[in-house]
């Protein structure tokens, strides 16, 4: 009998670790719905609606920065409440 029986091939174990779990946070900033969100470990960015701006991407959505360590700094430095 063949070893080509239609089975599936032997899959090699799959890791049992999960991927890190990022945080984020809505509020406000300057009168304006905010997200602050890590996009790494370690690695904040700030984000604010504003539509009207020209700097808004097609959702609306204009970044006022970024690579920041933690969400308190990111607060801080932003005003994010």
Not at 65 to 78: I, K, N, Q, V, Y
């Given at each position: 009998m063949s070893a080509q029986n239609g089975s599936p091939p032997?899959?090699?174990?799959t890791s049992t670790?999960?991927?890190?779990?990022?945080?984020?946070?809505?509020?406000?900033?300057?009168?304006k719905?905010?997200?602050a969100r890590e996009t790494s470990p370690g690695s904040w960015q700030v984000k604010v609606h504003d539509p009207k701006s020209?700097?808004?991407g097609h959702d609306?959505?204009?970044?006022?920065?970024?690579?920041?360590?933690?969400?308190?700094?990111?607060?801080?430095?932003?005003?994010?409440s």
């Open positions: 032997s899959a090699s174990p670790t999960s991927p890190a779990v990022l945080g984020s946070q809505y509020g406000t900033c300057d009168g719905a905010a997200l020209p700097l808004a609306g959505w204009v970044m006022i920065g970024r690579d920041w360590p933690s969400l308190a700094e990111a607060s801080a430095a932003t005003g994010l």
